[in-house]
T-cell receptor, first 111, second 114 residues
C-alpha cells in the first residue's frame, strides 16, 4: 500500500473549518483514501473514504486532487469534541486489503 | 447495531506471565483485525483474518503471540510469555471483506506488564 505523509499537528478555533492535509504521492489507481480519527482512550473511528471523486457525509468532506497525490479532510465547523488524532490511510481495493495506520495528525480545537 | 466487543478492558500482569484477549466482531463481518497500539504511536496490525483463515500475520511476533478465530466468529489473542515492551492497547476491528468497506473498532484492552 502507498504511504502517506501528514504534518504532526495543527490547531484551529472552535466553529471554524479544520482542513487536514495528506500527501500520498505514490498512490495507485486501485487504492482508496481513508480517514479515521482516534479520540483519547477510544478505538479509531471511521470518518470517510474516497477513490477519485470528492466525498461528503455528515461528519466531514474529503477533497482529493485530480492527480490523486494528495487529499484534504475538511471538518466544516470544528468543535472541542473533534480534538483527536486523525489518520490518513491509503488502502488497496481487494478482499484481503490491509488497513495500515501511520502516525497521524493531532488536531487541537481551541475554544 | 452492536459494536465490536472486547474483554477485558484492562489487564495488569507480571513479565513472563501469559494473557489472553477476547474479541467478538460485528455480526456478519468476515474480516477481523488485531492491532497493537503503543502509547504515542498509531495502531500496528498484528494479524488479519478472513473468516477463520489468516490473511496476514507478518508483524505478529510468533515466538510469543498467537491468535485464533474458531468458526470464523470470535477471536482470541494470546501472549506467552509477556515482556515489558508488550505493554500497549490491543485493538480488535472487524469489517466486511474488501478495500472499500469501513472497519469498526472495539474499545481495546489496555495491557500493562510489570
Amino acid at each position: 500500500d502507498a504511504k502517506t505523509t501528514q504534518p504532526p499537528s495543527m490547531d484551529c478555533a472552535e466553529g471554524r473549518a479544520a482542513n487536514l492535509p495528506c500527501n500520498h504521492s505514490t498512490i495507485s489507481g486501485n487504492e482508496y483514501v481513508y480517514w479515521y480519527r482516534q479520540i483519547h482512550s477510544q478505538g479509531p473511528q471511521y470518518i470517510i473514504h474516497g477513490l477519485k471523486n470528492n466525498e461528503t457525509n455528515e461528519m466531514a468532506s474529503l477533497i482529493i486532487t485530480e492527480d490523486r497525490k494528495s487529499s484534504t479532510l475538511i471538518l466544516p465547523h470544528a468543535t472541542l469534541r473533534d480534538t483527536a488524532v486523525y489518520y490518513c490511510i491509503v488502502r488497496v481495493a481487494g478482499a484481503n486489503s490491509k488497513l495500515t495506520f501511520g502516525k497521524g495528525i493531532t488536531l487541537s480545537v481551541r475554544p | 447495531e452492536a459494536g465490536v466487543a472486547q474483554s477485558p478492558r484492562y489487564k495488569i500482569i507480571e513479565k513472563r506471565q501469559s494473557v489472553a484477549f477476547w474479541c467478538n466482531p460485528i455480526s456478519g463481518h468476515a474480516t477481523l483485525y488485531w492491532y497493537q497500539q503503543i502509547l504515542g504511536q498509531g495502531p500496528k496490525l498484528l494479524i488479519q483474518f478472513q473468516n477463520n483463515g489468516v490473511v496476514d500475520d507478518s508483524q505478529l511476533p510468533k515466538d510469543r503471540f498467537s491468535a485464533e478465530r474458531l468458526k470464523g466468529v470470535d477471536s482470541t489473542l494470546k501472549i506467552q510469555p509477556a515482556k515489558l515492551e508488550d505493554s500497549a492497547v490491543y485493538l480488535c476491528a472487524s469489517s466486511f471483506p474488501g478495500g472499500s468497506t469501513e472497519a469498526f473498532f472495539g474499545q481495546g484492552t489496555r495491557l500493562t506488564v510489570v
